[in-house]
């Protein structure tokens, strides 16, 4: 008999999938978080205005923040991130933004450059992945500049 592990579909409130939608935005496997590219929807503000990378940035940690929260965990559980760039040069961008989200922890990441997003004036967006049974900044405290022994 073949035992099925549990998942759950997040739905952050005000973040839900558009209808027809044919991804889950967070799905939480065991205790497995892993989240779909998470964008600034459409990359500008109320007028219309384009936003920076940094502001698209901020708000994408915003939303992975309250992800992680409704999935019943927190920043401190991320361990990977992939954050894709349409512009290279924004990468200095993306480490301060990642210094300030995350603090002296960091999670793996990786960043590259595409061509381009699923919607114009978009010029991030970022995969998060997280374990709820792992706090990243404690396991470090314990074990500093050392990978934790298995």
Known sequence: MHTWTPVKRVVVPGAAEPAGAT??????????????????QTGTDDAGRALST???????LERIDATMRAAGG?????????????????????????AGFFGPVFPCSTLVQVSALAFPGLTIEIDAFGRLDCDVAQAMQYYPGQYYPG
Do not use: F, H, P
């Open 74 to 98: 927190s920043r401190a559980n991320i361990y990977k991130l992939v954050v894709y760039l349409t512009d290279i040069a924004d990468k200095e961008v993306v480490s301060q933004l990642r």
């Open 54 to 60: 940094e502001a698209q940035g901020r708000l994408i």
């Open 23 to 40: 991804w889950s935005n967070c799905l939480v496997l065991g205790n497995e978080v892993m989240m779909s590219g998470v964008t600034a």
